[in-house]
């Protein structure tokens, strides 16, 4: 039996497409964004909008990382069983901030480079378009290697009078907006609780799904960025959507959709198969289970999904948050290792490194840009410390007998 009603009406679809149209399509999307991604392509841009010294340290900081074979070869560790764990990383506020991460991994020397990078940024057109977010990713994606970088468009994010008077003529939509500033037009928010109560993209009233949308796409052709956090169930639907036929830009479900159980999974899965691409794949790349699921939950979950028949589908869990996410002292950890003992494959998602210091909140990743950029230093400080906890983690694990995979810089 299909389904009683289309996720999606003939307006939905008809905006949607309108809007993909505007920036030439989905080929010319999908090309510009595969060009965007090339190190040296990034570095040119990186250099001209004054990132060169930046890009440079990196490099140079990257040199000292350790190799994961050689603590594989120090402990005589085999992989006799299935179940395997992927690394995953939040807070990578920024350029100065990742920068700083990795001065003090290089530092520490014994340090391995998760596999998956999570940033909370707002996607201003500032740091879109002024080579912060472009230098962040050459540090992330193509110095340190990550497989993926998360970024996250908040759609109450200030954007300019033109960008909103573009879609709201292309979409025929008419935005609920304030003026935060001259020349400036913001979403109003209408259920925040706190300063950053649902991140400012769980509200997605009205149609506002077509500011995400077009924020996503503007940061994939400036700056190569393929991978979205996605945090409500209509932008959810949306994106399957509008990215059916952009096969490199894929998202990451947030655990603030309270895909807390298997009937909420199953949700996301009749949204999946609605909307899948021409290769029976979908634009979901990831699903971070939340923070209330059992072991067993997570477990009964990732059976259903690979029963779904839908391939490429990873699910995270949080194993530390930081305070401010959920109650205190979480430790998810001993639940991971009975859903990798299970044979359970799992993305370890840190949070926070479990020790509740300064600047380890959620509060940190909304800190005006002036802010944030005096307190790169100590934001740093905080990331590094999670690849700490990380990489502690992962070695247990590999030393209990499960694979663990880390970003490319940390193999031979």
């Known amino acids: ?46 250099e001209a909008k004054g990132f060169a010294e930046m890009v440079s340290k990196a490099e140079e900081f990257a040199k000292s990382f350790p190799k994961v074979e050689d603590f594989i070869e120090k402990h005589n560790i085999t992989f006799g069983k299935p179940g395997v764990a992927t690394t995953q990383v939040s807070g990578f506020q ?53 497989e993926k970088f998360c970024n996250t468009n908040l759609v109450g994010t200030p954007l300019s009078d033109a960008t909103y008077d573009r879609l709201e003529k292309v979409t025929g939509e008419k935005f609920e907006t304030y003026v935060p500033e001259t020349g400036t037009r913001a979403l109003i928010l209408k259920n ?75 949700m996301l899965l009749n949204i999946m198969k609605e909307y899948l691409r021409e290769d029976g794949s979908t634009a979901i790349y990831e699903i971070n289970l939340g923070n209330g699921q059992s072991p067993e939950m997570f477990i009964q979950c990732a059976q259903e999904l690979a029963e779904s028949g839908i391939p490429g589908v990873s699910l995270s869990a949080h194993l530390r948050i930081n305070p401010d996410l959920g109650m205190a002292d979480f430790d998810w950890t001993e639940n991971a290792f009975k859903v990798l003992d299970s044979g359970t494959n799992i993305t370890i998602k840190y949070e926070s490194d479990g020790t509740s210091r300064p600047l380890d909140t959620m509060g940190t990743y909304f800190l005006p840009k002036e802010e944030r950029l005096a307190n790169a230093t100590e934001i740093g400080d905080v990331i590094y410390y999670k690849c ?25």
């Not at 009406?9 to 080929?27: I, P, R, V």
């Not at 707002?122 to 912060?132: C, I, K, M």
């Not at 149609?207 to 991978?227: E, K, S």
């Open 1 to 46: 039996m299909g389904l009683h009603y289309d996720f999606l009406s003939k307006k939905d679809m008809k905006q949607m497409d309108a809007l993909k149209e505007t920036y030439g399509g989905a080929k010319k999307i999908s090309n510009t964004l595969e060009k965007m991604r090339r190190y040296e392509e990034r570095k040119k841009v990186a």
């Open 388 to 412: 700490v906890r990380c990489t502690k983690d992962a070695k247990t694990i590999m030393q209990r007998g499960h694979k663990a995979t880390f970003g490319g810089i940390a193999y031979r």
């Open 192 to 266: 925040m609780g706190t300063a950053f109560g649902n991140l400012g993209g769980v509200e997605v009233a009205n149609n506002n799904h077509l500011v995400y949308l077009d924020g996503i796409t503007r940061a994939a052709l400036n700056t190569g960025a393929d991978f979205f956090l996605n945090p409500s169930w209509s932008s959810i639907v949306a994106g399957c959507y509008y990215a059916r036929d952009i096969n490199n830009m894929n998202f990451k479900i947030s655990m603030l959709l309270s895909t807390q159980n298997a009937i909420q999974l199953r």
């Open 94 to 146: 920024g350029a100065p901030v990742t920068l700083r991460c990795m001065e003090r991994m290089a530092e520490d020397g014994e340090i391995l480079v998760p596999a998956e990078f999570i940033s909370v940024m707002a996607l201003t057109e500032d740091y879109v378009l002024n080579g912060e977010l472009l230098t962040t990713l050459i540090m992330a994606e193509n110095i340190m290697k990550a």
